[in-house]
């Protein structure tokens, strides 16, 4: 039994690790007030630009190391620029967030599955990141091996946590993203320019979608496919209301998924093959139905004016 | 300048019909093909033969019926982006009542489809307005739900004894040939033959044709479009908007399980692995391209229907493209739609633009 809770704990963990840092920047974005449903195909671009470049250029040790690093880089960057290009159609254009996210998501995936046949091509995988155990800690029984013996992204995601959370509650900036969020007119009247801060937290959000897409192709599957994100995008959004716009609470939500995922690949493993697997790779999604249920009822959490345009030119 | 209205419209939509080519020629490029070769095959191969146009209905058929009721969804004030689940239940539910009852007829087994696209839509429905959560996040979450049950139910109970245990994709048996849609070939004589055009097309017409009645010319079509366009006037009005959501994404979820089961009954006439064809995520392009209305969709669906046809032909005429490119030009075209659109209805930016127009083309009005 132990060990079938280890093996439980060990595969949801960097399960876990790909949700969290997009759900995280996927709670920038809504608490500034846009609601990127792009997540997905911008994670998906992530992937393919952090696998493309260690692809092409390769090279062994502390090069491959650096190699690394750049398409983790890259894949943030493009991240980023997507999210920009998504600004430029929600805010400057003030399109419905809804669809246009279905655009960016259909846009951003379709892309990275054309490209990646041009440019890689077939099933090829790359070296990518290994695990990196932390000295002294790694040995210790059982946790040891659970949490400090994680891919670095792991160790980035979890970290991540209490970084947007300060940034999101304990600086400038984050106060002006989160009134955007809430009311943005009356943002405006004290003179900080709404599109702007939507802008910023947008780039800030696509990036660590980037960077959750490439985790999963560099560091976690080692190779791109089309269904490689697999909806992953979508729920980390759905995570972001589980998580009731707070980093932990999406930390929360990211574990308690991943881990209803791990549990159904455990017990695969472990051979309880007469029960059919399928209802088990359900579980997670009836979870977050039946969660977002009981957070629907909440009010006054979120922001008030997610995934309404702000237009200063207009009365309403 | 009285209808400049119509000089700015004509001009945004002509920009944004450059930039989206443009933008498509770039990624042709990126990916190494030849751009003007690219785009023939994409818009005008598909017209080249018979068959070819043949194939283009076959795609229309389900688009329009999805984009319909995507329309009616979306006209009630709900966005419904979970046509591929609703797809999957109405196929899972067909299959299921065709496949175990002898007598089935098929009427009756594409209204057992309709009724398991609806139960698709209605929970979404319900927890939408019971429960305030998001359609767009709740939809999803069973698209995956139905593609896990319809996984199952095709790899266990209804999986063909002939690939049992054997290697292959996981499929139904054969469906009794009396339910199989009519294929037009066996109607008309003279035909080429070996297409698989098939009837379904007037269903999804006829359909179109429906909707557009109910939404525009009953008292229930009227208060889902009013719930749809202003949620408290309407409450105002007395209407009751949660039981028309609930009521609107049904009819949405009915249409996209109506359309999967046609496209079982009418092309693969058995249950395979991927039977939705994405149809359920382009019927929302479709939907917008329509203008949101019934009519317009079933042109918009024509349109993507040959797009579609093209970018999956690419790989025959020896164009390096993959048939992705089809996702790249349907989010292209929503993030054009939607933000043109946008552009259109803006009166400021109408205004700035004609002032620049008269400065620089000059006849001063009185």
Known sequence: ?316 | MKNFKWIYTAGVILLAVLLTLTVAALILALLGANVLDTFWVIFCYPFTTFKNLSGVINIMTPLTIVGVGICVAYRSGIMNIGGEGQMVMGILCALLYSLSVESASLPVTLLVGILGGALWGLFPGILKSRFGVSELLSTVMFNYIAAQLYAYCLRVPLLDPAVAGGVGDPQTEKLAEGLWLPRINDLLDGLPKGTRFHTGIFVAIALAVIVYLFMWKTPAGFKMRAAGASERAARYGGISVDKYLVLAMCISGACCGLAGTVEILGVHHRGIGNCTGGYGFSGIVVALFGGLHPLGVIPAAFFFAVISYGCSALQINKIPVPSNMIDVLLGLVILVIVATKLIIANPYWMDRAQRKFTALFGRKEA
């Open chain 1, 1 to 316: 039994m132990l060990d079938f809770i280890i093996l439980f704990l060990t595969v949801g963990i960097p399960l876990s690790s790909a949700l969290l840092l997009a759900s995280l920047g996927e709670t920038v974005n809504q608490r500034s007030g846009v609601f990127n449903l792009g997540c997905e195909g911008i994670m998906s671009m992530g992937a393919f630009v952090g696998m493309l470049i260690p692809f092409l250029v390769g090279g062994s040790g502390k090069v491959a190391w650096y190699v690394n690093l750049s398409g983790l880089v890259a894949a943030a960057a493009v991240g980023a620029l997507l999210g920009l290009l998504f600004g430029v159609v929600v805010i400057r254009f003030s399109a419905p967030q809804g669809i246009a996210g279905i655009g960016m998501q259909l846009f951003a995936t379709g892309l990275a599955g054309s490209l990646y046949r041009h440019f890689i091509g077939g099933a090829q995988g790359v070296a990518g990141i290994d695990a990196l155990p932390i000295p002294f800690l790694c040995d210790l029984p059982i946790v040891g091996k659970m949490f400090f013996s994680c891919n670095p992204m792991v160790y980035f995601a979890f970290l991540m946590v209490p970084v947007v959370h300060y940034l999101l509650f304990k600086t400038p900036w984050g106060l002006r993203v989160r009134a955007c969020g809430t009311m943005p007119r009356a943002a405006d009247s004290m003179g900080i320019d709404v599109s702007r801060t939507r802008y910023q937290a947008l780039a800030f959000g696509s990036a660590m979608a980037g960077l959750a897409g490439a985790y999963l192709s560099v560091c976690y599957a080692k190779i791109f496919t089309d269904t490689l994100i697999g909806g992953r995008g979508f729920i980390a959004v759905a995570l972001v209301y589980f998580g009731r716009w707070s980093p932990v609470g999406v930390l929360g939500g990211a574990l308690l998924f991943s881990l209803a995922q791990a549990l159904q690949l455990a017990v695969q493993a472990y051979g309880f093959s007469s029960f059919p697997y399928e209802f088990l790779v359900m579980l997670p999604y009836i979870l977050v139905v039946v969660v977002l249920v009981f957070v629907g009822k909440s009010k006054h959490v979120g922001p008030a004016m997610l995934g309404k345009a702000f237009n200063r030119e207009m009365r309403t």
